[in-house]
Structures are given as structure tokens and as C-alpha cells.
């Protein structure tokens, strides 16, 4: 059973920066995405970036040029870097992976970690 562990979010005041990582536990079927979402009360759950075993990436428009999504594949880890904070970028960010199995795609997700960003 994979387990993700989330860390590094918290309070920072706008145009600050932060480093999320996402540890995941357990064995990965190695064509996989790893990414993050996040989600404000009352709105859906919005991708934020994503990258796939091969290295390629996507992100939402709303952080292109600000936030950068790396991975360390030998640590089954996936990081976020955001730069440039701004208010709007408050939410609960949740780790995924999602494997690319024959039968489907599967996803695991992370419990969550908050992100305030004071104007």
C-alpha cells in the first residue's frame, strides 16, 4: 500500500516562498504521474502541476513562471517549489500520484497541507 507524507507548507507573507515535498511510501508502478492539487473551501480540487516519470511537466496557467515541479525518482519524492506568492495561491495543497496501469489509471493522494499567503 503507498502512503504519501506532505511537508512544508504554512504561513507566508505575499511575493515570500515555499517548498512542498511529497514522500511516497511503498512500491510505485514505475509509469506513473506525480503532482499536486489544491483545493479552497467551496471551489474544486485544481492542478496545480504535474510530472511524469519521464520529466515532462504541466501546470495550471495561474502559477506558469512561479511554482516548479521536480522529482527524485531513487526517492520516490516530488517537490514543489512556489516563488512569488501571492494571496490567491491559499489553499490546501494535496500530493498525487497516479499510476498508469493496464487496467487504469490509480491515484493515491496525501492528507493535505495548508498554504496561507497574507497580503
Known amino acids: 500500500q503507498v502512503q504519501l507524507v506532505e511537508s512544508g507548507g504554512g504561513l507566508v507573507q505575499a511575493g515570500g516562498s515555499l517548498r512542498l515535498s511529497c514522500v511516497a511510501s511503498?512500491?510505485?508502478?514505475?509509469?506513473?504521474?506525480m503532482g499536486w492539487y489544491r483545493q479552497v473551501p467551496g471551489k474544486q480540487l485544481e492542478l496545480v502541476a504535474r510530472?511524469?516519470?519521464?520529466?515532462?511537466?504541466n501546470y495550471a496557467d495561474s502559477v506558469k513562471g512561479r511554482f516548479t515541479i521536480s522529482r527524485d525518482n531513487a526517492q520516490n519524492t516530488v517537490y514543489l517549489q512556489m516563488n512569488s506568492l501571492k494571496p490567491e495561491d491559499t489553499a490546501v495543497y494535496y500530493c498525487?500520484?497516479?499510476?498508469?496501469?493496464?487496467?487504469?489509471?490509480?491515484?493515491?493522494w496525501g492528507q493535505g497541507t495548508q498554504v496561507t499567503v497574507s497580503s
Open positions: 510530472i511524469i516519470t519521464g520529466g515532462s511537466t
Open positions: 511503498g512500491s510505485i508502478f514505475r509509469n506513473n504521474a
Open positions: 498525487n500520484v497516479r499510476e498508469f496501469l493496464a487496467s487504469g489509471p490509480h491515484d493515491y
